[in-house]
């Protein structure tokens, strides 16, 4: 019973995984939302569909094997989708790995079943039906300390083969490297240079916008200065002060707008104050 119990605990290791590690997958390997919802949906159509079958297999072979089988396969599957960043095979690893998973509940019970008296399943179903709870706790928690501590690695490889005089392949040559960094270094090249796209067609918007608002700030101060200082043009006045205030406020937005885009070498100083290419 012990057996069993932890080997089905140990099922939910080679499925339950995924889930924790999908938003991670999803950012290194810049999957999109709809890619990522079809690697997560894959297991469940295989994995229903196995159910209907291997519960009709378990009563015509030796579910031991059958078990094993399910649970060895289910790890070499996991440890080839690790290896893998097509999207292609990591859903059709994921599709065997949910046929695979299936091996687990029905034989284990058939197992558990033809092994133990009546009276005996009787006192271990209960506690045989936490195995599960256990197993995917575990899985969760396991899955979350490798994903705070690791991370997922692009590996190129190339290989040759070998022949012999006669022409026959008799083996072969390869090699690998880690391409991590250097896509990294390429993702960050590429937004460097859309970055500076953004920062000139920043800058010549600015450019466009300054010079007619200066006009109207010239405007505004020569209207102010002509003004009489007299009961009769205080609305005026205010008027004249508050279209200042407002084009003095666009002008510290253009100049935000530059900062953002605009490294501080370009920064000039004029007349005691930052000019930002304007």
Same mark, same amino acid.
């Given at each position: 019973? #012990?057996? *069993?119990? &932890?080997?089905?605990?140990?099922?939910?290791?080679?499925?339950?995984?995924?889930?924790?590690? !999908?938003?991670?997958?999803?950012?290194?390997?810049?999957?999109?939302?709809? $890619?990522?919802?079809?690697?997560?949906?894959?297991?469940?159509?295989?994995?229903?569909?196995?159910?209907?079958?291997?519960?009709?297999?378990?009563?015509?072979?030796?579910?031991?094997?059958?078990?094993? %089988?399910?649970?060895?396969?289910?790890?070499?599957?996991?440890?080839?989708?690790?290896?893998?960043?097509?999207?292609?095979?990591? &859903?059709? !690893?994921?599709? #065997?790995?949910? %046929?695979?998973?299936?091996?687990?509940?029905?034989?284990?019970?058939?197992?558990?079943?033809?092994?133990?008296?009546?009276?005996?399943?009787?006192?271990?179903?209960?506690?045989?039906?936490?195995?599960?709870?256990?197993?995917?706790?575990?899985?969760?928690?396991?899955?979350?300390?490798?994903?705070?501590? =690791?991370?997922?690695? /692009?590996?190129?490889?190339?290989?040759?083969?070998?022949?012999?005089?006669?022409?026959? #392949?008799?083996?072969?040559?390869?090699?690998?490297?880690?391409?991590?960094?250097?896509? +990294?270094?390429?993702?960050?090249?590429?937004?460097?240079? +859309?970055?500076?796209?953004?920062?000139? /067609?920043?800058?010549?918007? &600015?450019?466009?916008?300054?010079?007619?608002?200066?006009?109207?700030?010239? *405007?505004?101060?020569?209207?102010?200065?002509?003004?009489?200082?007299?009961?009769?043009?205080?609305?005026?006045? $205010?008027?004249?002060? $508050?279209?200042? $205030? =407002?084009?003095?406020?666009?002008?510290?937005?253009?100049?935000?707008?530059?900062?953002?885009?605009?490294?501080?070498?370009?920064?000039?100083? @004029?007349? *005691?104050? %930052?000019?930002?290419? @304007?």
């Amino acid at each position: 019973m #012990i057996l *069993g119990w &932890v080997t089905y605990a140990a099922f939910y290791l080679g499925r339950v995984n995924l889930a924790t590690a !999908l938003p991670a997958i999803q950012v290194d390997l810049h999957f999109t939302p709809d $890619e990522i919802s079809a690697l997560a949906g894959a297991t469940l159509w295989t994995y229903a569909i196995g159910q209907l079958v291997n519960g009709w297999l378990g009563n015509r072979v030796d579910t031991r094997r059958m078990v094993l %089988f399910g649970i060895v396969g289910s790890t070499i599957v996991n440890l080839l989708f690790a290896a893998s960043s097509s999207l292609p095979v990591m &859903v059709i !690893l994921w599709l #065997i790995n949910g %046929f695979l998973q299936s091996m687990g509940w029905g034989p284990v019970l058939r197992t558990l079943s033809a092994a133990l008296e009546p009276t005996q399943r009787q006192r271990i179903a209960g506690a045989f039906g936490a195995s599960y709870v256990v197993g995917n706790t575990l899985t969760w928690a396991l899955t979350g300390l490798l994903l705070s501590t =690791g991370q997922w690695r /692009l590996m190129e490889d190339r290989s040759a083969p070998l022949l012999d005089p006669t022409g026959a #392949i008799v083996g072969s040559c390869g090699a690998a490297r880690d391409v991590t960094d250097r896509q +990294r270094h390429e993702a960050e090249l590429a937004m460097a240079e +859309r970055m500076a796209a953004v920062g000139t /067609l920043s800058a010549s918007i &600015v450019h466009e916008l300054n010079n007619p608002l200066m006009c109207v700030l010239a *405007g505004l101060d020569q209207a102010l200065a002509l003004v009489d200082q007299s009961p009769e043009d205080a609305r005026l006045l $205010e008027l004249l002060g $508050e279209a200042r $205030e =407002g084009a003095t406020r666009m002008r510290s937005i253009l100049r935000d707008l530059l900062d953002l885009t605009r490294p501080a070498s370009d920064q000039a100083l @004029v007349d *005691g104050e %930052f000019l930002h290419g @304007v």
